[in-house]
């Protein structure tokens, strides 16, 4: 099994920053992907950014510019840092990790607990 371990949630103000980490452990084979989603009360979890083995990031659209995505591949950990922060990016963010087995394999998700954002005044 994967675990992956997410922390550096919390409460900031509007315009503030964060920085989330993720670290992966358990048995890890061929990583495709590491990223981070989110998810609020009622809504579908959204992708907010991804970085594939090859370091290529891809971001939502309504974080481009604010957020960075970044990866440790020798320690398996990818963070999330996050500035100019606004109320809409009050979720819950999970940490998510796509691998194979092989390298023609299905690839398989895992996901973290969780970590809480709240951008308020």
């Known amino acids: 099994q994967v675990q992956l371990v997410e922390s550096g949630g919390g409460l900031v103000q509007p315009g503030g920053s964060l920085r989330l980490s993720c670290k992966a452990s358990g048995s890890i084979f061929i990583i495709e992907y590491m990223g981070w989603y989110r998810q609020t009360p009622g809504k579908q979890r959204e992708l907010v950014a991804t970085?594939?083995?090859?370091?290529?990031?891809n971001y939502a659209d309504s974080v481009k510019g604010r957020f960075t995505i970044s990866r440790d591949s020798a320690n398996n950990t990818v963070d999330l840092q996050m500035s100019s922060l606004k109320p809409d990016d009050t979720a819950i963010y999970y940490c998510n990790l796509n691998q194979r087995r092989t390298t023609r394999g299905l690839r398989y998700d895992y996901w973290g607990q969780g970590t809480q954002v709240t951008v308020s005044s």
């Open positions: 970085i594939s083995s090859g370091l290529i990031t």
